[in-house]
């Protein structure tokens, strides 16, 4: 059977050798308009694009016959995979066919910005000849902070340790021992705040992510430290940064991504601050790169329509399992376990178990990649999913431990999240109630019954009078409405666990009243929104 294929987006040629090979004869299209793809995507069994084509769920639908998204590269920041999923078309990238390129291209950013070689050839050319004004400083010796320390940040690590660079990583979700190996330290974001000559960025945009350096976090930053960003647009805040510079907390800015592209108006404003340099998403545009992801793309997708592997896939088995009205809830319940467990537990915890009990430990495989999806979804640049869940976590050096028993003694189905080593909380599980109805049920050893949604604060506190009233009081006072709350004791007068589920987003500062109260302790603040 012969698939039909379009190639978007100016993938390397390598694409169209590597379909023929497989007997797949690709179309190219360029510069196509919005009403023409839609019109053009109507046979298509797969489709290759690199960023500039976004793949909405309206475009999808024009596409009856779509198979497979290829994206020739990381990021699929344009592709919307819930749609795909939805309509049974599987969505694969390739996670490091650009690596080294990015990694590079960051190295490139670090030594220009150091020696202010975009500045100073631009000076040159135009007939000038200024050496005092663009006098440099050298790199080694000096302190590089890099957040997040996955494929792209440990390379980098990697060519920096080579020109004499101390480097240090803040990463929440890399192991001790993938840092040992690198020589990288691990600290505290304020630590690299704090300490570092040099900082780059190479995390995804998430919540977490976005806006992580501002004129907020000023403060807290070495004075006179460089920035570099050749991740995605927006981890520093944009309208920030010709301040950061002038107020003399920043010496000079380097950026490869910008929270729109092209840049808007306002933004192609900033960056004509003399000490901002910048690229046009260049991080992966190489020869080899290119080539890379494009070969592989087309080996993953040729493989993906003739059945013979899912390899890079980014959403696979939840196809097979979306249609699976017992499961359903299970994976629901789950994930959303997951994602609670992670918030609860100390940085760089790895070693987990998860127990089922009852009718859903027969599906504990598949649980188990919808808790690891729950866990990890804020921590990964690709689309965290049941077919990818697991790889991420062998990478992260998770140690998981699963165990199956038919029956329970208290509900029909209990999951249960232990974060071994140490941490305030060790044991939480959680079940299904009914329809959308997923709900915590005991946390170490208490009873406690509250919604797997929405905002919650948890507490271990002194069972004595008054400690209900003092939080509830501290969150009226900043105006914070309680939806419901749940309190586990083990016997009275000793300790007890309280989870209390708010209308709205906590930030750090309405946080605190709560957590200096006399008698709570161990507080934690846990977001279950949909972001
Ligand atoms: N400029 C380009 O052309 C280009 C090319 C390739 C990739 N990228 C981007 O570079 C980034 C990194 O890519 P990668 O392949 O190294 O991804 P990766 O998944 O291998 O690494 C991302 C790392 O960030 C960490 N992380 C997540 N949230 C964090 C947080 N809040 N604080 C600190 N660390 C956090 C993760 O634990 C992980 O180790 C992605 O955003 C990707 O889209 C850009
Ligand atoms: O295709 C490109 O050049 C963008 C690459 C990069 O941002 C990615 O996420 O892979």
Redesign the pocket.
């Known amino acids: 059977m012969s698939f039909k294929v379009l190639l978007l987006d100016n993938v390397d040629p390598l694409c169209e050798k590597a379909f023929k090979e497989r007997g797949i004869e690709p179309v190219r299209k360029t510069n196509l308009s919005g009403d023409e793809l839609h019109k053009e995507i109507a046979d298509y069994d797969g489709i290759v694009v690199r960023s500039a084509t976004t793949v909405t769920p309206e475009l999808l639908a024009s596409a009856k016959n779509l198979k497979v998204v290829g994206r020739a590269?990381?990021?699929v920041?344009n592709i919307d995979i819930d749609a795909a999923t939805t309509r049974g078309v599987l969505v694969m990238n390739t996670?490091?066919g650009?690596?080294i390129?990015?990694a590079e291209?960051t190295c490139g950013m670090i030594l220009a910005l150091s020696r202010n070689i975009p500045q100073s050839v631009e000076k040159v050319k135009s007939g000038g000849w200024d050496r005092k004004k663009y006098m440099g400083t050298e790199v080694h010796s000096k302190t590089l902070g890099i957040?997040?320390?996955?494929?792209?940040?440990?390379e980098v690590t990697k060519r920096m340790q080579q020109f004499g660079m101390n480097v240090i990583a803040?990463?929440?979700?890399?192991s001790r021992e993938k840092a040992e190996s690198l020589g990288v330290e691990l600290v505290e974001?304020e630590k690299l705040l704090g300490s570092s000559d040099y900082i780059t960025?190479?995390?995804?945009?998430?919540e977490?992510?976005k806006g992580?350096i501002s004129l907020e976090s000023a403060s807290k930053l070495k004075k006179g430290v460089r920035l570099v960003n050749?991740?995605?647009g927006g981890i520093y805040k944009e309208e920030d940064l010709p301040e950061l510079i002038d107020q003399g907390y920043v010496d000079g800015v380097a950026l490869?991504?910008y929270s729109q592209e092209p840049p808007t108006d306002e933004v192609y404003e900033i960056i004509k601050h003399p000490k901002i340099i910048c690229t046009p998403?260049?991080?992966?545009?190489t020869e080899e790169a290119q080539e890379k992801v494009a070969e592989q793309i087309a080996q993953q997708m040729s493989d993906a329509l003739e059945k013979k592997s899912f390899k890079g896939s980014l959403n696979g088995k939840s196809i097979s399992l979306i249609t699976n009205k017992e499961v359903q809830p299970y994976l629901e319940v789950a994930e959303k376990l997951g994602n609670l467990a992670i918030q609860l537990a100390p940085e760089h915890t790895s070693d987990f178990a998860f127990e089922y009990s009852g009718a859903c430990a027969k599906y504990a495989e598949v649980l188990t990649d919808s808790i690891l999806k729950g866990m990890l979804s804020?921590?990964?640049?690709?689309a965290v999913n049941l077919i990818n869940a697991r790889v991420?976590a062998e990478?992260?050096g998770f140690k998981i431990k699963e165990t199956m028993a038919s029956e329970t003694k208290t509900f029909n189905d209990l999951i249960t999240v232990k974060l071994n080593g140490k941490s305030d909380y060790k044991n939480i599980s959680a079940t299904v109630f009914g329809q959308d109805d997923y709900r915590i049920v005991e946390i170490d050893g208490y009873g406690i019954e509250l919604r797997l949604e929405g905002d919650i604060l948890m507490y271990q506190n002194l069972d004595k009078p008054g400690m209900l009233a003092a939080v509830s009081g501290a969150l009226a006072e900043q105006n914070i409405n309680i939806a419901s709350l749940s309190l586990g004791r083990s016997q009275k007068g000793s300790n007890a666990i309280t989870a209390v589920s708010v209308d709205k987003k906590m930030s750090d500062k309405e946080l605190e009243p709560i957590l200096n109260l006399d008698g709570v302790k161990s507080l934690r603040y846990i977001s279950l929104s949909e972001n």
Do not use: M, W
């Not at 957040?147 to 440990?154: D, E, F, M, S, T």
């Not at 804020?378 to 690709?382: F, Y």
């Open positions: 590269g990381v990021g920041d996670p490091d650009n690596t390129s990015t291209h957040i997040g320390l996955g494929k792209i940040g440990a803040y990463d929440p979700f890399a974001l960025v190479h995390t995804p945009l998430t977490k992510t992580l050749c991740a995605r490869d991504v998403h260049l991080g992966a545009s804020q921590h990964v640049s690709e991420y990478d992260r």
